[in-house]
């Protein structure tokens, strides 16, 4: 009986093949192929391809067929799945009122577990994309908010469609996304952010980086407003609860490539002075995971962007107070003139206490290097009080006589490792270490000038070597003093070996700066689970379904660190 039944299948394609201008008076014919979807495994795929194939022909039957045909992508046969797969862009391709439906059937399609199938998903997609990007766009946007706002979430299709819209769209291009797709795609990007977790935030922020906006300073600053609206709040700020924090570091991250000249980093220093620094002691670290040291290194790079600040005399105090938590007291004078000066860990004897203080180098660098930026503004702000100038210039005077110890023995290690292990993740380590302290002793002479001056630009040691013509502009010192490119950058305050004429050729193999972003953890963010509503959009009475709070560090991926010593 199957096989008279296939025999019937070919009849009827034949007769509708030769029918040519008058196939729409053969109603009949396709309404038996239709029928096919119910019959044997061979009869559901020769029905999928003779469905698509005639689909145009009969308009009064589109309903029917495309059900029909919907019914072979959920057949238990996963060879019948992918063959009616495959065959529905063509439904599509010349009738553009469907693409929205099928693309929104393809999307639920994601959540597969079939590798192969989810293959033919994306490839389909791809198709209908190509063919009618806006209505492609807009099924799948719709299946993303359906399955957000849904009674039964369905998180599998949403994650998969997002991560879709974030690898294709990008390399389909403008030559596929026109303006028109191209506002949509901002458009539907800013309503998922209201309502978006750590994984998705990071495709979310991708795209509309990628699109129109990110390619203009108007563009920017928006985006700019945006990622600073999920990533704080004063009301809503709970640096005891570590997704806060990292919450805090992802979103900082992204706007980073934003900032420049004409799009400043105001709005962030503020909430970081005003909020981040002013609890610093109430920051919780975990072991393994450095959270204040992200910060610090966060905060000293937007504060290159900074634009007028109000209260700055108040932000200037509160980064001095951040920085004495890391700045040793100097010893008292007489005491034991017999003091150490270095050790080879960076750390040197206190001659009260005969233990060895503490100097954990990168964050000193990058709260002193705040610091002076700040004061760049305003550079009578750091000398408003005598007293805490002279408490600072203590502490910096014996930082400094600890870091030059330090630095000694560095380049007594290296040069004697130079030609053994060049390219040892050691040696490399002690390039950045020096870099470090070269940096801190920079930046200390330029307090101890009179009065107090911030002309010097040094680059911070955990970023890459920027570009060669970046480098050649910055090799003209504060001083006026110009040096070649394969002379010291940065004169230290007591001693000049040409240390940097490798310095940077190595900073550049290390690749520091492309372990820039972290690797976001899992988990929805903390604050779309208060009462404010903020980061839930229309969903906060709901949010996504009934997971509850996912821990940001238990179930996401571990930080991708910058690296530090």
Request: proline share 4%; with cysteine.
């Amino acid at each position: 009986m199957s096989s008279d039944n296939i025999e019937k299948l070919y009849q009827n394609y034949g007769i509708l093949a030769d029918a040519k201008d008058e196939i729409s008076k053969h109603e009949k014919e396709y309404l038996e192929i239709l029928a096919a979807v119910k019959g044997s495994d061979k009869e559901k795929r020769l029905a999928s391809q003779f469905i698509a194939k005639f689909f145009n022909s009969f308009p009064n039957l589109a309903e029917q067929a495309i059900e029909a045909q919907f019914d072979l992508c959920e057949d238990d046969d996963v060879a019948i799945r992918k063959q009616a797969i495959k065959d529905l862009p063509t439904m599509c391709k010349t009738n553009k009122e469907h693409t929205q439906r099928i693309a929104d059937i393809l999307a639920q399609l994601l959540q597969s577990e079939d590798a192969t199938e989810i293959s033919v998903v994306t490839n389909s997609l791809v198709t209908i994309l190509k063919s009618d990007p806006k209505g492609a766009l807009t099924g799948l946007f719709s299946q993303i908010h359906q399955s957000t706002d849904s009674e039964v979430t369905n998180e599998i299709v949403r994650e998969r469609c997002i991560k879709f819209l974030a690898t294709k769209v990008k390399q389909l291009g403008r030559e596929v996304i026109n303006k028109e797709a191209e506002e949509l795609i901002i458009v539907e990007c800013k309503k998922i952010l209201e309502d978006v977790v750590a994984e998705e935030f990071e495709h979310i922020m991708d795209l509309l980086t990628w699109s129109r906006l990110g390619k203009t300073p108007a563009g920017k600053k928006e985006l700019v407003q945006l990622v600073a609206a999920l990533a704080f709040s004063p009301d809503d700020w709970h640096p005891e609860d570590p997704e806060y924090v990292d919450r805090i570091i992802q979103c900082t991250q992204h706007a980073l490539p934003l900032f420049s000249v004409q799009v400043d980093s105001t709005q962030f220093i503020n909430f970081f002075c005003d909020h981040v620094l002013k609890r610093w002691n109430d920051i919780v670290v975990s072991e393994g995971n450095d959270s204040k040291l992200e910060l610090l290194k966060i905060f000293a790079e937007i504060t290159e962007f900074c634009g007028d600040l109000e209260n700055l005399q108040t932000k200037v105090d509160t980064v001095y107070d951040v920085l004495l938590n890391y700045l040793p007291e100097a010893p008292i004078e007489g005491e034991n003139t017999n003091e150490k000066s270095e050790s080879t860990e960076g750390k040197t004897e206190d001659p009260k206490t005969n233990s060895a203080p503490s100097l954990q180098f990168s964050h000193v660098e990058c709260a002193l290097f705040a610091l002076h930026s700040l004061c760049r503004k305003s550079p009578e702000a750091i000398s408003a009080d005598t007293a805490r100038l002279k408490a600072l210039r203590l502490r910096l005077q014996y930082t400094a006589r600890l870091t030059q110890g330090y630095i000694k023995k560095l380049k007594e290690v290296t040069d004697s490792r130079k030609a053994a292990d060049d390219n040892s993740e050691e040696n490399k380590l002690k390039i950045v270490a020096l870099n470090t302290t070269s940096n801190i002793n920079t930046l200390i002479r330029d307090i101890f000038r009179t009065p107090p001056s911030f002309k010097s630009k040094v680059q911070l040691s955990f970023l890459s070597r920027k570009t060669e013509k970046e480098n050649k502009l910055s090799v003209v010192t504060s001083d006026g003093e110009k040096e070649s490119t394969g002379q010291k950058r940065h004169l230290p305050i007591t001693f000049d070996n040409g240390e940097k004429k490798e310095s940077p050729e190595k900073r550049s193999r290390s690749g520091d700066r492309n372990l820039k972003m972290y690797t976001p953890p899992s988990g929805k963010y903390s604050s779309r689970l208060n009462n404010s509503g903020r980061f839930s959009g229309n969903y906060s009475g709901r949010g996504r379904g009934s997971y509850g709070r996912r821990d940001f560090h238990n179930n996401g991926a571990p930080f991708r660190r910058r690296s530090n010593f």
